[in-house]
């Protein structure tokens, strides 16, 4: 009679092995989402700090400059609604050898605005978000005083034009 004893764990080895493996190539993929996950909670946080920054009229004294020139209707506390916060992959960027992503957000307000004011609103709202993604990903010193563009380990992030709708 043979025994049968040794069957058991072998069997139990391979099954175990094969988790493992399973496991290690899924690794790869669950980074790569949660780092868009980390990059989207970022941006909707930056999203919020930019819109409670401008709308209460916080500015750096070079901007604060500019628009007491130009833009006064920025200085007075306004209302701005984000309606929708989207990324879109634009596929391998050789630059950088990762692939690029780009932010976008829609917004709406009911002051009445003039183009260059909501473009100046919009720069608010793009910069806090790229800030607030570097910032996440501890790439700070990775970027230029604008944070654009903004880097993770596997991407590398932009922003286009606020769409006001």
């Known amino acids: 009679m043979m025994d049968n004893e040794g069957q058991m764990s072998a069997e139990m080895l391979f099954v175990f092995g094969t988790l493992i493996i399973v496991l290690m190539i899924s690794m ?20 919020i700090e930019g819109l409670a920054t401008s709308s209460s009229g916080i500015y750096p004294n070079d901007a604060y400059w500019d628009y007491s020139q130009s833009k006064t209707g920025l200085l007075d506390p306004y209302s701005v609604e984000i309606v929708n916060i989207s990324y879109m992959e634009l596929g391998w960027d050789d630059n950088y ?7 976008k957000v829609y917004a709406r307000t ?43 380990q596997h991407y590398v992030f932009t922003t286009a034009n606020v769409k006001w709708i």
């Not at 790569?32 to 999203?47: Q, T």
């Not at 050898?97 to 932010?103: H, L, N, S, T, Y």
């Not at 473009?119 to 790439?139: P, Q």
């Open 28 to 47: 790869v993929f669950i980074a790569g989402e949660n780092e868009l996950n980390i990059a989207m909670s970022a941006a909707r946080s930056g999203v």
């Open 110 to 152: 009911s002051d009445r605005f003039n183009n260059d004011e909501l473009v100046s609103i919009g720069d608010r709202i793009n910069y806090n978000l790229r800030k607030s993604i570097a910032v996440s990903f501890n790439t700070t010193q990775a970027t230029n005083k604008l944070y654009n563009p903004v880097f993770s």
């Open 97 to 103: 050898d990762k692939k690029r992503i780009q932010f």
